[in-house]
């Protein structure tokens, strides 16, 4: 499968926004599902926003209102638009991408088989 490679990420000040890319085309959106998450080492890897093959999405709690999960470009990338970016937002943020049956964060983060890709680093300072 074609890797998954995520970019846009940088550093930022609080308040500020950033775009993150995923390109999503050798994953259909009618058969995956897909999702960013991300990771502060030492701490577990939390899923942030998800779209499933129908166009729903889902996401965590600390970035309602503020992320945007949406397959664009004619659904061939995968994108998360982050505003009002806060310091606890800091983190190495990755696309990952699973069978469609797969809607939960749960689920997808622990697929045996989901593909990941390397990680794109955010970094909000205060």
């Known amino acids: 499968q074609v890797p998954l490679v995520e970019s846009g990420g940088g550093s930022v000040q609080a308040g500020g926004s950033l775009r993150l890319s995923c390109p999503a085309a050798?994953?259909?959106?009618?058969?995956?599902?897909m999702a960013w998450f991300r990771q502060v080492p030492g701490k577990e890897r939390e899923g942030v926003a998800l779209?499933?093959?129908?166009?729903?999405?889902n996401y965590a709690d600390s970035v309602k209102g503020r992320f945007t999960i949406s397959r664009e470009n004619f659904k061939e990338t995968l994108v998360l638009q982050m505003n009002s970016l806060k310091p606890e937002d800091t983190a190495m943020y990755y696309c990952?991408?699973?069978?469609?049956?797969?809607?939960?964060?749960?689920?997808?983060?622990?697929?045996?088989?989901?593909?990941w890709g390397q990680g794109t680093q955010v970094t909000v300072s205060s």
């Open positions: 990952a991408a699973g069978p469609s049956r797969l809607t939960t964060f749960q689920a997808l983060g622990e697929y045996e088989s989901t593909y």
């Open positions: 050798a994953y259909p959106y009618r058969v995956y599902s």
């Open positions: 779209i499933d093959s129908v166009g729903r999405t």
